[in-house]
């Protein structure tokens, strides 16, 4: 079965701890994408990457960093110095770049920081 | 990217057709239209994408007037399960940023 799969499906942390959500994918997709959702709201893009060990910033990457070592895999760090990282967080793959590319989403991280 | 405007929520019974217009009245020329499908607790999946007139496949429809401002997205025959978010996004073949805005909750009653 091809697919996205993240780990864990939720997670919990203190406030001050880095955490490292996975997303890895069998769909041999070249590009791949981390969202962050809150409740009520749409998605908004932390990292996206185009190819493996490329990735660019999305609208909201402060407070996170990722890594493309692997093609399959795009772990993404949510860092202490995010401040309000309580979310839904969405990875989600593409064969390409551009509207035209569907875009495989993943079944998403409850990430909880108290 | 342009920007898209879509109601908020919308309600239905089952068995109903459902119309969901979003408007993007700045749509570029090489613009596509696509639309999401996205159940709670989980990512969003594709639906349906086009360029003009019209489109159909096994889950939806998609009617684009040849303006291109607005697009309508028609789910045939709803059921309980098709109570989800819906978004629409615009962008062209380099928008790696598709933008997911708020969406509309379609709720589907018995």
């Known amino acids: 079965d091809g697919g996205i799969t993240q780990s864990p499906k939720y997670l919990f942390r203190k406030e001050g701890q880095n955490v490292t959500l996975s997303c890895e994918q069998n769909l041999n997709h070249d590009a791949m994408y981390w969202y962050r959702q809150d409740p009520g709201q749409g998605l908004r893009l932390i990292y996206y990457?185009?190819?493996?060990?490329?990735?660019q910033k999305g609208d909201i990457a402060e407070g996170y960093s990722v890594s493309r070592e692997k093609k399959e895999s795009f772990p993404l760090t949510v860092t202490s110095a995010q401040k309000n990282p309580t979310a839904f967080y969405l990875c989600?793959?593409?064969?390409?770049?551009?509207?035209?590319?569907?875009?495989?989403f993943g079944p998403g991280t409850r990430l909880t920081v108290t | 990217l342009a920007k898209t405007t879509q109601p908020i929520s919308m309600d239905s019974y089952e068995g109903q057709e459902v119309n969901i217009t979003c408007s993007h009245n700045n749509i570029a020329t090489n613009d596509y239209i696509t639309w999401y499908q996205q159940f709670p607790s989980q990512g969003p999946r594709f639906i349906i994408q086009g360029y003009k007139t019209k489109v159909t496949n096994e889950v939806a429809s998609l009617f684009i007037p040849a303006d291109r401002k607005s697009s309508t997205l028609s789910l045939p025959r709803v059921s309980l399960s098709d109570t989800a978010v819906y978004y629409c996004?615009?962008?062209?073949?380099?928008?790696?940023?598709?933008?997911f805005g708020a969406g509309t909750t379609v709720t589907v009653r018995a």
């Open positions: 989600a793959s593409s064969a390409g770049t551009g509207a035209l590319y569907e875009q495989y």
């Open positions: 996004l615009v962008g062209d073949l380099y928008d790696y940023k598709l933008s």
């Open positions: 990457s185009q190819i493996v060990n490329d990735f």
